[in-house]
């Protein structure tokens, strides 16, 4: 005997199906659907095996901790960011195949497998159970697999007369919190805070949110979320509680998809009661600055997999955001196409012009374009302009005005129209990472930083492009160690950004380092040379000096004149 278990010499060899992916378990590789390696970062790639080695199983974070990173110091910053990589590269967006399991871990579940690994490895143990006892776990998965396919088949069917449709938009009703504590005082703390963050996601025009006295109604209900989502006609619930001790309050909150019944987030809120309205504040605004995204994520990943004839404005907008934020041209093109028909499907709302004012901006500052450039800047001007024209207290139409003016150089008016975005939706980080931009631009790189460092603090899952901008800024501030650590807490960096990579570097004295960076960028455009960077800052910088430290960093980075 070797001394291995069973189901370690059955994940010795073959292949394992992930949706269009493949993992080959010899040499430990993801491949596409055309058999090309998928590209993960290293430490990704070491949780991935592990999960992979005991597929089916529920894998503890202390269990990835201890032997992926050897019991090293990490947070569960480090874990969160390789699991969203791993779910990257499979398009597990609905979280089916790498599952969290709450307050345990994760399991890993494939869809199907070729050579001589099993479809996952319960199956190995169940086959070691003998005969009878996989007839009846047989039974009992095909019973499981007839009530899965009635589920997923039906559900827009089974609603009673009583139910309520879903509207077109995303939904959601943030229900009462449950408050622990003893003392006359009970709910009326958990009560401001809970109306709170349904006042502030009201401010999401995207968002259908429902009324207080609907939402409280299910106050101390023991019906379950399938339940009161049908009731109230949404598709996501926000449930909470909080409990006293002394002068602290622990609150803690949760996002729920009620139609797949599945947490999507959840936090836990430690606070001190001395000041209760400061410590109010601070958990409405984390709360719904991270719930606003993660719904509007969630839907805009869905909507790349669904039927295009079908989907809303919005929705369409949503999928254009979706490869809009690939940072490649022809991720920015597949954008201009979804924005267009967003604009076909109803062009009085604003959410189409919005996606294409991004679009045509970055056709004119990466060169993705056979235009010429100045009617690229013209066409993003039109259609910024049309959005705030169709709907001018939409604060995304602003936001896209204000990075308009950034490309014009007009500092002065896009710091503006950027506090008009966040007058009109105080908790929108997109906007206050694109106002950071145009502060650094205005030689005001300290300012910028702290708003970059608010924004991960109300949106702590916010999407690689923010770390793209934070660590962009904190070279500016010379806070070039925590630039490198946040450029690599990205699940994956964009070609385009292998360029701040190389003037981090640089700032650093890792020339080789700074060297590899702009092979990469050059390895994507081979034609890439110091004039496209100055084209891209051309009229942007007030203070020369920054421009001239980014030219000759990425010169003596190797990068072409």
Not at 447 to 472: C, F, G, S, T, Y
Request: glycine share 6%; charged share 25%; net charge negative.
């Amino acid at each position: 005997m070797s001394g291995e278990s069973p189901e370690k010499d059955l994940n010795s060899a073959g292949s394992i199906r992930f949706g269009d992916f493949v993992y080959a378990v010899e040499t430990g590789e993801l491949l596409d659907e055309t058999g090309h390696p998928v590209h993960l970062r290293h430490q990704s790639s070491e949780v991935l095996a592990f999960l992979v080695d005991r597929m089916g199983e529920t894998v503890s974070k202390d269990d990835l901790f201890d032997n992926v990173w050897a019991r090293k110091a990490v947070t569960d910053d480090s874990l969160s960011q390789c699991i969203a990589d791993i779910r990257r590269a499979l398009n597990d967006a609905d979280h089916k195949i790498v599952q969290t399991i709450p307050k345990k871990g994760y399991r890993l579940v494939p869809t199907s497998s070729s050579g001589e690994v099993p479809p996952t490895a319960w199956l190995s143990k169940v086959a070691r159970m003998g005969g009878p006892r996989i007839a009846v776990f047989g039974l009992i998965a095909a019973v499981a697999l007839v009530f899965v396919a009635f589920w997923g088949l039906g559900r827009e069917q089974h609603a009673s007369s009583e139910d309520l449709p879903l509207p077109s938009k995303p939904s959601i009703a943030v229900l009462a919190f449950e408050d622990l504590s003893v003392g006359p005082d009970a709910n009326y703390l958990s009560d401001a805070i809970a109306e709170g963050i349904i006042v502030d996601l009201s401010r999401y025009s995207e968002l259908f949110v429902i009324a207080r006295n609907s939402s409280f109604s299910f106050r101390d209900s023991t019906t379950d979320v399938s339940k009161i989502s049908r009731a109230l006609g949404v598709r996501y619930l926000l449930e909470g509680s909080q409990q006293k001790s002394g002068s602290q309050l622990r609150v803690t909150v949760q996002l729920i998809d009620a139609i797949e019944g599945r947490s999507l987030w959840s936090h836990v809120y430690n606070s001190d009661l001395g000041d209760v309205f400061a410590m109010q504040d601070e958990i409405v605004q984390r709360t719904v600055a991270t719930v606003a995204q993660r719904v509007i994520n969630f839907e805009g990943q869905k909507a790349i997999r669904s039927d295009e004839a079908k989907l809303t404005a919005l929705l369409l907008h949503w999928k254009a955001r979706q490869h809009l934020f690939s940072f490649t041209p022809e991720g920015n093109e597949k954008a201009r196409l979804s924005n267009l028909a967003a604009i076909e499907a109803d062009p009085t709302q604003p959410y189409g012009y919005v996606g294409l004012t991004f679009v045509h901006i970055n056709r004119y500052r990466w060169g993705w374009t056979d235009e010429d450039l100045i009617v690229e800047l013209d066409a993003a001007r039109r259609y910024a302009r049309k959005a705030v024209q169709v709907a001018p207290e939409y604060y995304d139409a602003h936001t896209a005005m204000a990075y308009m003016h950034i490309q014009e150089g007009e500092l002065g008016k896009s710091v503006a129209r950027f506090r008009k975005a966040l007058d009109l939706n105080p908790n929108d980080t997109s906007a206050m990472a694109a106002l950071a931009e145009a502060l650094t631009y205005g030689g005001r790189a300290e300012e910028a930083e702290d708003l970059m460092l608010r924004v991960v603090r109300l949106d702590p899952l916010h999407q690689d492009w923010i770390k793209w901008n934070l660590a962009w800024v904190q070279w500016h501030t010379r806070n070039c160690d925590d630039a490198l650590e946040t450029m690599n807490g990205m699940s994956e960096i964009p070609p385009m950004a292998y360029r701040v990579l190389a003037i981090i570097q640089m700032c650093r004295g890792n020339k080789d380092e700074a060297r590899k960076a702009v092979e990469q960028l050059i390895s994507f455009d081979p034609e890439y040379s110091l004039q496209d960077v100055l084209h891209n800052y051309e009229g942007k910088y007030v203070i020369d000096a920054d421009l001239e430290r980014v030219l000759n960093d990425l010169r003596e980075a190797g990068l072409p004149e």
